[in-house]
């Protein structure tokens, strides 16, 4: 990548990242191109040059997010660490993103509702590829012997679920901290897998 592409990558996240900050105020609906323009002290046009309009922004930050997320989990899915390790570190790194970025995710949890044909079959293709890598690390669990013969679809499912629904309850003024609450949950879903959990 070029320094310009670097450079414009650069002003396209500063972006997406006012446009999430204003529609966590205002809402998607409320919030327009002038609005994100605003913020950041640029024109109106300046903003169209990076994003054709509010639904290409809303993508374009759908798929940051997701790209984002794959990077994340690909740092700990090629350490040489047990499964069980990778999992809970994957677990742990996907909860402190998702509350850190709630408002984008927030907005994304139904991509049916927000996109249509070629937008949102990327957005569904991503989030397989995500997901695909919880697959693989479940079944090498198995596999090693340290986690128990389950239907690995059911359970990977139900472990996103639990840590996605985070963003409907979480609360940076309860007890724990973003990390001591991902450790624990963490924690208690690694007992649906593990064969001896202590």
Do not use: C
Not at 49 to 73: G, P
Not at 132 to 158: A, C, H, S
């Amino acid at each position: 990548m070029s320094l310009r592409q670097k450079k414009a990558e650069k002003k396209k996240e500063e972006i997406i990242q006012s446009a999430l900050s204003i529609i966590s105020e205002k809402g998607y609906h409320a919030t327009t191109m002038e609005d994100i323009a605003a913020k950041l002290l640029m024109t109106k046009g300046s903003v169209y040059y990076y994003f054709k309009d509010k639904q290409d922004l809303l993508f374009e930050s759908q798929k940051m997010l997701l790209e984002q997320s794959i990077a994340n989990i690909e740092k700990v899915v090629f350490e040489d660490l047990p499964p069980v390790e990778k999992l809970d570190a994957t677990m742990i790194i996907h909860m402190e993103y998702l509350i850190s970025e709630r408002t984008g995710f927030t907005m994304g949890a139904r991509p049916e509702q927000l996109f249509a044909e070629e937008q949102l079959n990327d957005i569904l293709e991503l989030r397989e590829k995500y997901s695909k890598y919880f697959d693989d690390l479940i079944k090498q669990g198995i596999e090693d012997g340290e986690f128990m013969e389950i239907d690995i679809r059911l359970v990977r499912n139900i472990i996103l679920g639990a840590m996605n629904y985070m963003i409907d309850w979480y609360s940076p003024k309860g007890s724990k901290s973003k990390s001591e609450l991902a450790e624990a949950i963490s924690n208690y879903l690694l007992r649906i897998l593990i064969k001896d959990p202590k």
